[in-house]
């Protein structure tokens, strides 16, 4: 008689097929097990979620397909695993389908048996010559997709700094503790060594132990990962760390997944991806930068990376360590004192004894009117790169002007798709939407009245740049070369390397002025900034999302800890780091709690208003959103999701309150209008709950003919913006 197992698939999103499928097969499978079968006409990679114990008795008129076989040579994920997909489905609202596979490496979703054990055998000896070219080669030959890190080979020894007296006693109590902790560090306090410290110790003292250390963008901590390479490889091997992030090709990331699977990778360094890797030797659990909001996944299943860490920790048994100069107001009122669910470390002094920048305000309303750059501050930038000290400016809007604007006829450069503007790049003359791609020429003349003169709108970082470039065009360095200024966004970093390129320029102090978007503010170590500037930071004062003071304070206090970090460097300068805000609000609350470079403060006024307002941390939310073909018909499905709610007297609904269906900030993407409904509860499990048994009434719902009309709908628990 056949066995049944009961197999986790990739399903469509929100199609009927249920969470899991069964089929047949000849043996009995182990929970975990890799599969691919068969569904509809297409085979599917599965992972085995439970088989029966007993051969099963098919019902009378079902007929089961039959596994179509075991992927060769993989040993099954745990059951730890496998709880964390269920958890995290569970939560998130999504299948555990979905959510297993897409934690799979894609060429495991890709790959035939045959293919997969061509893959996993023993490497053949390199052949002289190869005909094939560079990049087919190291797609087919796994070994040769070498390490999916990729840095140069470390060195034999890298000797241990010693650690300043704040890092040993934090050290000491997260090896006492059980955590989770929140280790709270100034910028530039040495916090990444504290983690290799951590990881170093566990290592030592457990031949199995695994480490995962998660940072919010790998490509922007290049330092980070050769730390760790340098660090490590020499005692544990070339395999001992690997990275996981988007960034790698497939075989790179079949190559990190094998080897953390198999225990033989000690340290997986990654982003916020790397959460749901196969560790089965799992102790510890670094998050670097856990404010960041790259640990929240924006698309599919929308998790958040850092909690998740918290639940893996506390199911696994291995310790967490969240670390922050700004953390989360989550993460700050968990630790306090009387909440104390993590234990709070504090790292308040920088190496060296490096001082904080000073802050200084800038009131604009003082300054000549729409000048980009105040006098004093080019004054202070001029001086810094004749010295030879480096400056970051930082602005967040890429483009050369976020719209084009006819003063004739009122003309405005709109997204013909979406509810937006199209943002004006001069490099390459185009106006592009920032949402959809939507790419045009730049016009010669106003499309509407025919206007020649149409003019830019507002600044972005590629008009800074020109801006600077024009400003310090007389003024040299100590070398005699001219000033040099450079740019880092989204446009400038596309290419594969150039990122590396110009941060590496930045780093050997070949760039005078780096002008950047948040890319510039992020966990970078440059050792010769003595001057950071925001030069319009003031609307994210204005904006309706409750969250947007503590993204700002978080993004300038971030970006100030750039300047100054080598306390020898400043002393032998005989300079003062400084970090600039040109603003029209110099009172503000945020600004203040800035000067003085006071989270606890910040922190403490924002807690109090969410409090107040009965938001996060206070209260739990979730979002359903609607995208439709209107405006009317994403709204409708969403106020029918609510009566069928009531209707169905669906459990917990008391607990949730469930606002009316509102337009999106961004209502109509690439021709999709959008709508959403926040849910709040104080409760989380009774908000959980509630959803869980509403997820069937909106599949529903959307099959009826009454919403032809909607595209998508999808839930996001823990939103970080509404
Ligand atoms: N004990 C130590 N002795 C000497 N130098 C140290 C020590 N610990 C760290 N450093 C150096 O101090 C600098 C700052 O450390 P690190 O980058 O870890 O700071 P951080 O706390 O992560 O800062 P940020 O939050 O700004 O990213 C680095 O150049 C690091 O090599
Ligand atoms: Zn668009």
Same mark, same amino acid.
């Given at each position: 008689?056949?066995?049944?197992?009961?197999? $986790?698939v990739? *399903? =469509?999103?929100?199609?009927?097929?249920? !969470?899991?499928? &069964?089929?047949?097969?000849?043996?009995?499978?182990? /929970?975990?097990?890799?599969?691919?079968?068969?569904?509809?006409?297409?085979?599917l990679?599965?992972?085995?979620?439970?088989?029966?114990?007993?051969?099963?008795?098919?019902?009378?008129g079902?007929?089961?397909?039959s596994?179509?076989?075991?992927?060769?040579?993989?040993a099954?994920?745990?059951?730890?695993?496998?709880?964390?997909?269920?958890?995290?489905?569970?939560y998130?609202?999504?299948?555990?389908?979905?959510?297993?596979?897409?934690?799979?490496?894609?060429?495991?979703?890709?790959?035939t048996?045959?293919?997969?054990?061509?893959?996993?055998?023993?490497p053949?000896?390199?052949?002289?010559?190869?005909?094939?070219?560079?990049?087919?080669?190291?797609?087919?030959?796994?070994?040769?997709?070498?390490?999916?890190?990729?840095?140069?080979?470390? $060195?034999?020894? *890298? =000797?241990?700094?010693?650690?300043?007296? !704040?890092?040993? &006693?934090?050290?000491?109590?997260i090896?006492?503790? /059980?955590?989770?902790?929140?280790?709270?560090?100034?910028?530039g306090s040495?916090?990444?060594?504290?983690?290799?410290?951590?990881v170093?110790?566990?290592?030592?003292?457990?031949?199995?132990?695994?480490?995962?250390?998660?940072?919010?963008e790998?490509?922007?901590?290049?330092?980070?990962?050769e730390?760790?390479?340098?660090?490590f490889?020499?005692?544990?091997?070339?395999?001992?760390?690997?990275?996981?992030?988007?960034?790698?090709?497939n075989?790179?990331?079949?190559?990190?997944?094998?080897?953390?699977?198999?225990g033989?990778?000690r340290?997986?360094?990654?982003?916020r991806?790397?959460?749901?890797?196969?560790?089965?030797?799992?102790?510890?659990?670094?998050?670097?930068?856990?404010?960041?909001?790259?640990?929240?996944?924006?698309e599919?299943?929308?998790?958040?990376?850092?909690?998740?860490?918290?639940?893996?920790g506390?199911?696994?048994?291995?310790?967490?360590?969240?670390?922050s100069?700004?953390?989360?107001?989550?993460?700050?009122?968990?630790?306090?004192?009387?909440?104390?669910?993590?234990?709070r470390?504090?790292?308040?002094?920088?190496?060296?004894?490096?001082a904080?920048?000073?802050?200084?305000?800038?009131?604009?309303?003082?300054?000549?009117?729409?000048?980009?750059?105040?006098?004093?501050?080019?004054?202070?930038?001029?001086?810094?790169?004749?010295?030879?000290?480096?400056?970051?400016?930082?602005?967040?809007?890429?483009?050369?002007?976020p719209?084009?604007?006819?003063?004739?006829?009122?003309?405005?450069?709109d997204?013909?798709?979406?509810?937006?503007?199209?943002?004006?790049?001069?490099?390459?003359?185009?106006?592009?939407?920032?949402?959809?791609?939507?790419?045009?020429?730049?016009?010669?003349?106003?499309?509407?009245?025919?206007?020649?003169?149409?003019?830019?709108?507002?600044?972005?970082?590629e008009?800074?740049?020109?801006?600077?470039?024009?400003?310090?065009?007389?003024?040299?360095?100590?070398?005699?070369?001219?000033?040099r200024?450079?740019?880092?966004?989204?446009?400038?970093?596309?290419?594969?390397?150039s990122?590396?390129?110009?941060?590496?320029a930045?780093?050997a102090g070949?760039?005078?002025?780096?002008?950047?978007?948040?890319m510039?503010?992020?966990?970078?170590?440059?050792?010769?900034?003595?001057?950071?500037?925001?030069?319009?930071?003031?609307?994210?004062?204005?904006?309706?999302?409750?969250?947007?003071?503590?993204?700002?304070?978080?993004l300038?206090?971030?970006?100030?800890?750039?300047?100054?970090?080598?306390?020898?460097?400043?002393?032998?300068?005989?300079?003062?780091?400084?970090?600039?805000?040109q603003?029209?609000?110099a009172?503000?609350?945020?600004?203040?709690?800035?000067?003085?470079?006071?989270?606890?403060?910040?922190?403490?006024?924002?807690?109090?208003?969410?409090?107040?307002?009965?938001?996060?941390?206070?209260?739990?939310?979730?979002?359903?959103r609607?995208?439709?073909?209107?405006?009317?018909?994403?709204?409708?499905?969403?106020?029918?999701?609510?009566?069928?709610?009531?209707?169905?007297g669906?459990?917990?609904l008391?607990?949730?309150?469930?606002?009316?269906?509102i337009?999106?900030?961004?209502?109509r993407?690439?021709?999709?209008?959008?709508?959403?409904?926040l849910?709040?509860?104080?409760?989380?499990?009774?908000?959980?709950?509630?959803l869980?048994?509403?997820q069937?009434y909106?599949?529903?719902?959307?099959?009826?003919?009454?919403?032809?009309?909607?595209?998508?709908?999808?839930?996001?628990?823990?939103?970080?913006?509404?």
């Amino acid at each position: 008689m056949p066995h049944i197992s009961h197999v $986790a698939v990739q *399903t =469509p999103a929100h199609s009927a097929v249920g !969470e899991l499928l &069964s089929y047949t097969c000849d043996e009995v499978l182990q /929970p975990g097990t890799l599969v691919r079968v068969p569904l509809g006409k297409r085979e599917l990679l599965g992972v085995v979620w439970d088989t029966p114990a007993a051969p099963a008795d098919i019902p009378p008129g079902v007929e089961l397909r039959s596994i179509a076989c075991v992927l060769p040579g993989i040993a099954p994920l745990s059951r730890g695993w496998r709880r964390l997909v269920g958890f995290a489905a569970h939560y998130y609202q999504r299948s555990v389908g979905e959510i297993a596979v897409t934690a799979l490496p894609p060429q495991l979703r890709d790959m035939t048996a045959e293919q997969l054990t061509r893959r996993l055998a023993p490497p053949k000896p390199a052949k002289a010559k190869s005909s094939k070219s560079k990049k087919a080669q190291a797609e087919e030959n796994f070994e040769d997709a070498a390490a999916a890190i990729a840095v140069a080979a470390p $060195a034999p020894t *890298t =000797p241990l700094v010693a650690l300043s007296a !704040e890092q040993t &006693s934090v050290f000491a109590q997260i090896e006492q503790n /059980p955590g989770p902790f929140l280790l709270y560090g100034s910028t530039g306090s040495g916090k990444t060594e504290v983690y290799l410290r951590a990881v170093q110790a566990l290592l030592d003292a457990n031949p199995e132990a695994q480490a995962l250390v998660m940072v919010p963008e790998i490509n922007l901590t290049p330092q980070l990962q050769e730390r760790f390479v340098a660090r490590f490889t020499p005692q544990y091997g070339q395999e001992a760390v690997v990275s996981m992030h988007s960034g790698m090709t497939n075989p790179q990331r079949l190559k990190s997944w094998l080897a953390a699977h198999t225990g033989r990778a000690r340290i997986v360094l990654g982003t916020r991806m790397s959460i749901f890797a196969s560790l089965p030797g799992l102790k510890l659990i670094v998050v670097d930068e856990e404010h960041d909001a790259s640990y929240k996944q924006q698309e599919g299943a929308r998790y958040s990376a850092r909690d998740l860490a918290l639940w893996r920790g506390r199911d696994t048994g291995s310790k967490v360590i969240l670390g922050s100069a700004t953390p989360s107001l989550e993460s700050w009122y968990a630790s306090d004192g009387e909440v104390g669910r993590y234990q709070r470390l504090e790292m308040p002094s920088r190496i060296g004894a490096a001082a904080l920048p000073r802050v200084r305000l800038v009131d604009m309303t003082q300054q000549p009117k729409r000048i980009v750059f105040s006098p004093p501050l080019i004054d202070a930038i001029t001086d810094r790169v004749k010295r030879g000290e480096q400056s970051l400016i930082l602005l967040n809007r890429r483009g050369f002007a976020p719209v084009l604007f006819c003063a004739d006829c009122n003309w405005k450069s709109d997204c013909p798709h979406c509810s937006a503007h199209q943002v004006f790049h001069k490099g390459d003359r185009t106006l592009r939407c920032h949402h959809c791609g939507f790419t045009q020429r730049v016009p010669f003349a106003c499309p509407s009245c025919g206007n020649p003169d149409i003019l830019p709108l507002g600044k972005g970082t590629e008009q800074l740049q020109e801006e600077l470039e024009r400003l310090l065009r007389n003024v040299q360095r100590p070398d005699g070369d001219p000033a040099r200024v450079a740019r880092i966004d989204a446009d400038t970093t596309k290419a594969k390397g150039s990122l590396e390129e110009q941060l590496a320029a930045m780093h050997a102090g070949d760039i005078d002025v780096l002008v950047g978007t948040q890319m510039v503010a992020k966990g970078h170590d440059f050792r010769r900034i003595t001057l950071v500037a925001a030069v319009q930071p003031d609307s994210a004062l204005y904006s309706s999302d409750y969250r947007a003071p503590e993204r700002l304070f978080c993004l300038l206090m971030q970006a100030a800890g750039r300047a100054g970090r080598d306390a020898l460097y400043v002393k032998a300068q005989g300079s003062a780091p400084e970090m600039w805000i040109q603003t029209h609000d110099a009172q503000h609350a945020v600004y203040a709690a800035l000067k003085r470079h006071d989270y606890p403060a910040f922190a403490k006024q924002q807690l109090q208003e969410r409090l107040d307002a009965g938001m996060p941390p206070y209260a739990f939310q979730a979002i359903v959103r609607a995208d439709a073909r209107t405006q009317e018909a994403a709204q409708a499905f969403l106020s029918a999701a609510t009566q069928v709610a009531k209707d169905a007297g669906l459990p917990y609904l008391d607990e949730v309150f469930i606002y009316p269906p509102i337009p999106m900030a961004v209502q109509r993407v690439a021709n999709v209008e959008r709508a959403q409904m926040l849910l709040e509860a104080t409760n989380r499990s009774a908000l959980l709950r509630f959803l869980n048994s509403w997820q069937q009434y909106l599949h529903w719902l959307r099959g009826l003919p009454d919403h032809k009309g909607l595209v998508r709908w999808l839930v996001d628990v823990d939103p970080l913006s509404i």
